[in-house]
Nanobody, 118 residues
């Protein structure tokens, strides 16, 4: 079982930046794909960014060029650097882990709220 704890959410003005962090428990962090999702009320949760266990990164079109996902395996931590934030980025952001390369996500964090004011 992997436990994921997110931090770094908050209120920011449009055009600003935030960095989300997610710390994972366990000794097999480096073997997991990690992802960041977001969800707004009434909508499905969407994948924002994914970083594989091999370091490949993938982004939703809506955040390409603005968000960067990275990982520090020594710290069991995955980050989401969010720049040029827009009001439509407002959502609860969730960290997730997948045991299988490009597989479904198996473990989820509790979420952190990001609010972007116009």
């Amino acid at each position: 079982q992997v436990q994921l704890v997110e931090s770094g959410g908050g209120l920011v003005q449009a055009g600003g930046s935030l960095r989300l962090s997610c710390v994972a428990s366990g000794r097999t962090f480096s073997s997991y794909d990690m992802g960041w999702f977001r969800q707004v009320p009434g909508k499905q949760r969407e994948l924002v960014a994914r970083i594989t266990s091999r370091g490949s990164t993938h982004y939703a079109d809506s955040v390409k060029g603005r968000f960067t996902i990275s990982r520090d395996n020594a710290k069991n931590t995955v980050y989401l650097q969010m720049n040029s934030l827009k009001p439509e980025d407002t959502a609860v952001y969730y960290c997730a882990a997948a045991r299988i390369l490009y597989g479904a996500f198996d473990y989820w964090g509790q979420g952190t709220q990001v609010t972007v004011s116009s």
